[in-house]
C-alpha cells in the first residue's frame, strides 16, 4: 500500500506543476484484491491508468520504490507529456 500511497503524492506534485485539472479517482477491483488508480484530463475525454503504470515500472508487489515524489512526478510528466497538457490550470 505504501507504494501505491505514493501516487497520490506523485498527483500532489502533478497538481504543483500546474496540472490542476488532473483528477484521480482511487478504487478497489471488484473482487477487492487489488486497489487501482484512474486519472482523467479536466473534461473526462481522456484517461491513463496510473496504477497500470506504476506496475509495468517497478515492482511494486515486492520491493519499496525508493524514487520520490518528485522523480515519480518527472518519470510521469515524461511518458504521459501529451495527456498531462490536456489537465493544465
Same mark, same amino acid.
Not at 479517482?25 to 491513463?48: K, M
Not at 518528485?70 to 511518458?79: G, P, Q, T
Given at each position: &500500500?505504501?507504494? *501505491? #500511497?505514493?501516487?497520490? $503524492? &506523485? ?10 485539472? *488532473?483528477? %484521480?479517482?482511487? @478504487?478497489? @477491483? ?11 484530463? %479536466?473534461?473526462?475525454? #481522456? ?10 515500472? $517497478? ?13 515519480? %512526478?518527472?518519470? $510521469?510528466?515524461?511518458? $504521459?507529456?501529451?495527456?498531462? #497538457?490536456?489537465?493544465?490550470?
Amino acid at each position: &500500500m505504501l507504494n *501505491l #500511497q505514493k501516487l497520490l $503524492f &506523485m498527483i500532489e506534485e502533478l497538481h504543483k506543476r500546474g496540472y490542476e485539472s *488532473l483528477k %484521480a479517482i482511487p @478504487s478497489l @477491483s471488484p473482487s477487492g484484491a487489488s486497489w487501482r488508480l484512474e486519472l482523467f484530463n %479536466a473534461d473526462w475525454s #481522456q484517461r491513463e491508468s496510473a496504477s497500470k503504470w506504476l506496475e509495468c515500472h $517497478f515492482k511494486i508487489e515486492k520491493e519499496e520504490i525508493t524514487e520520490s515524489n518528485v522523480e515519480l %512526478a518527472d518519470l $510521469f510528466e515524461r511518458e $504521459f507529456f501529451g495527456f498531462l #497538457q490536456l489537465c493544465k490550470g
